[in-house]
Each structure stands twice: as C-alpha cells, then as structure tokens.
C-alpha cells in the first residue's frame, strides 16, 4: 500500500523530545523559544510565535487585526475548514471568493469584486503549498487599507518571487502568517503552529493571549531571583506549544531544506511521467512560485468518475484524496451568507485527485502510482462505469 504521506521522523527527532522529556520543562519553555528564533531565521521574520496548531494561529491572526462581530474577512471557501471557523470564532463574517481558473488559489479578481465598506481582512491560503499571487494580493491589500493574513498552513519550505526576489512564506510579505505542524503537512511536531509577523506589537499580543493572557511568563518568573507577582490584563487562551514539540521542531527544521528537495524532485518525476495521461491535468507552478509540494492534485475529465478512480486506485494498492475542500458546502458554514461564484471552486473539489507524495517515497513507488494511475484512467475512459455507492460516513 502506498500512503498519501507520511512523516519524516527518526531518530534526532526521537532523541529531542527524550532530552525535553528528562530535561524536566516539558511545558512551553526554552525549546519553544529556541524553536521560534530558528524558524524566525530560516524564513526571514522579524517575529515568530509558537502556538498549539495551526487553527489557534488563524484565530490569533484574527483577534489581532481587531475582527470582530459583523466584520467581513474575504477568503476561499476551497481550503481546510479551519481557516472560516478561525474568522467566525472572533464573530467575522468568511466571505468566500472563488478560485483562480488554473491552479486551487484564491483569484485576485475575485477579491477585488468582494471588497466593502464592512471588509477587514483578506484571508489568502498557498493551499498544498503552492504559492498564491501575494504581490497581487499585498497592492489590493494596500489600495484598500486593508491587512492581508496568509494561512500558510502547508507553505512551509515554499518559496515565492517578490520584487525579483526569491523568498521563503513567511518572511511574511503579508501582515501575519500562520503556519501548521500537523502530520499531514511538510514537517511536523505533532501538533503545532506559528504566527510570523514583522508587526512588534501583534507578536505580543500573540504571545499575551496564547498565555491566558497572563503579564509574565512561566520561564521568566522561575529565572527571576526576586518575587513576581502575574497579572492578567487580558482575556486570552490556552494555546501553548509544549517543550517537547518544540524540541521535535528544532530537529525537523534542520531537515526542511533536504525534505522539500526530495518532494520537489518527486513532483518533477511526476509532470514527466504523467505527461502522457489522457485526460488529467496536471498542477502548473507560476514562474514566480516555488511550491514545496505538500500536496499534489491533479484534474480529472468529466469523462472520469472520482470515485471510481479513487476505488480502483485503493484496490490496487495506490492511496489518493479528493480535491480540496469547500466549506460553503459544508453544514458547519451552511449559514454564511454566499454572494459570489464558487463554480471553479466546486468543480476542483468533485473533479481532482490528491495522488502520495512523501520525501520517502521511492523512484518505484512513484512509477507503480503512475502506472496504476495510467491503466485506471485509460480503463474509465475506455469504459464508464456507474459511479460507486458512496459509504455511509466518508473519512478523509
Ligand atoms: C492543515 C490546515 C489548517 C489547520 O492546521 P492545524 O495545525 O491542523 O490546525 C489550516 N489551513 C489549511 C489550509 C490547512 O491545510
């Protein structure tokens, strides 16, 4: 069986959370600060802030920026639900905008049309990892007066071209970006995330309300020689990274450089082996992107039942996903009022496949998924079946 991903731990990772572990700070401590002042320097911000995942990052992003009851944040409905339920935590309203017609990133264009006196924020998403048109999006962003926050949840590793510039996500070009750790995405520390910002004063906040929005930490008040008494100035959370997260982190970004080239080099096998493929389109990087490929999706024909290929692909050994999300299509947003077109982004969640990508992943195991890739789609091109019965609940 071949997975869609897998992690890549070993033994340095191992070793770390052992060392936090009998260090005797697991909390957030000297790991987490250390792990931030790397991931500051790797992708050239000013600031990081290390947080529980990703999802409490979004929700920091837009607490910060002052999103309120009623407020509209324009973003995609075509991503990871997570970044609609950080919005709406803060009482904002998600206004999704559709698609770019190539490609699964949020259109410009779009952005532009949905822009109102009662906007606050764009949300833009590198959705699997492919850079989305920030220079587009930051010169909107500035005509209008308004912050842009990257849910840069897969980007880690990805790198885009700015002003003729090539730089890491994250430096941030943006106001705030928030990063995840998940499993599923490039490195991971279990769970985890982080907000990059080159704004002073949302760092602290970020770090005030991930800390129940208590005035001192716990590693200040435990080097300190004289008695200090906490306040509590804010409302805030409990949305802390442990010590032994962090120590994993540290491990994984000395990796990061090794793992992206390895998927990078994956993703080129692909393009070339599947060039050949009737009727599937295969993911384009603009020229001023680079992706880290934490994802890659492919576009199926009509002619070709989902389903159907995803089934035959598992009977044969060959893990695949659908498409990417919509959220306005899920009963969690069923209330968000729509009032622009989502057909790109409905026609990429019913009509694209994610196909395994790994570092690990072999030159063998790759020409064994397009081989079985190549035979199943000839086989449903050739001869349509009648879409599979879908189960009765869908794990994804
Ligand atoms: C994974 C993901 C998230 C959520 O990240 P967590 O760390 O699991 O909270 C948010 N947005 C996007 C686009 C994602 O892919």
Redesign the pocket.
């Known amino acids: 069986m071949i997975p869609i991903a897998k992690p890549f731990l070993g033994a340095a990772e191992a070793d770390a959370a052992r060392a936090a572990v009998l260090s005797g700070w697991v909390s957030q401590g000297p790991q987490v600060a250390a792990f931030e002042a790397e991931f500051a320097a790797l992708v050239g911000a000013p600031h990081a802030c290390a947080v529980s995942?990703?999802?409490?990052?979004?929700h920091l992003a837009c607490q910060a920026l002052g999103i309120g009851p009623g407020d509209e944040v324009i973003t995609v409905s075509h991503?990871?639900i997570?970044?609609a339920n950080a919005i709406r935590q803060t009482g904002g309203i998600p206004v999704f905008v559709d698609i770019e017609r190539t490609g699964y990133n949020i259109s410009v264009a779009a952005v532009e049309k949905a822009i109102t006196g009662r906007t606050r924020a764009i949300l833009c998403?590198h959705?699997?990892g492919m850079p989305c048109d920030l220079e587009a999006l930051l010169a909107l962003g500035r005509q209008y007066g308004l912050p842009v926050i990257e849910?840069a949840?897969?980007a880690i590793g990805s790198e885009i071209r700015i002003d003729g510039r090539w730089e890491k996500i994250g430096k941030p070009h943006g106001d705030i970006a928030?990063f995840?750790?998940?499993p599923?995405?490039v490195i991971t520390t279990g769970?985890?995330?982080m907000l990059t910002t080159r704004h002073p004063d949302l760092d602290a906040k970020f770090r005030l309300w991930r800390q129940h929005g208590m005035s001192i930490s716990d590693v200040q008040r435990h080097a300190s020689s004289q008695i200090q008494f906490e306040d509590y100035p804010e409302r805030g959370y409990n949305y802390r990274m442990t010590d032994i997260q962090a120590a994993i982190g540290r491990e994984q970004l000395k990796r990061l450089d090794d793992i992206v080239q390895k998927r990078r080099a994956i993703a080129t096998l692909y393009h070339r082996m599947m060039a050949d493929i009737p009727g599937i389109t295969l993911p384009v990087e603009p020229d001023w992107a680079r992706s880290n490929w934490?994802s890659y999706c492919i576009g199926l024909d009509h002619a070709i039942d989902q389903r159907s290929l995803m089934q035959a692909l598992l009977d044969r050994g060959v893990a695949s996903r659908r498409g990417i999300m919509c959220m306005h299509l899920e009963g969690a947003q069923a209330d968000v009022p729509l009032r622009h077109p989502l057909d790109r982004s409905v026609e990429a969640r019913d009509h694209s496949i994610l196909l395994p990508l790994f570092a690990q992943m072999t030159t063998d195991e790759v020409r064994r998924v397009v081989n079985t890739l190549r035979a199943e789609v000839l086989f449903l091109l050739l001869a349509p079946r009648p879409p599979a019965d879908p189960p009765a609940a869908v794990a994804s």
């Open positions: 995942n990703c999802t409490t990052a979004l991503s990871f997570a970044g998403v959705q699997i849910d949840a897969c928030c995840s750790f998940h599923r995405k769970e985890g995330g934490q």
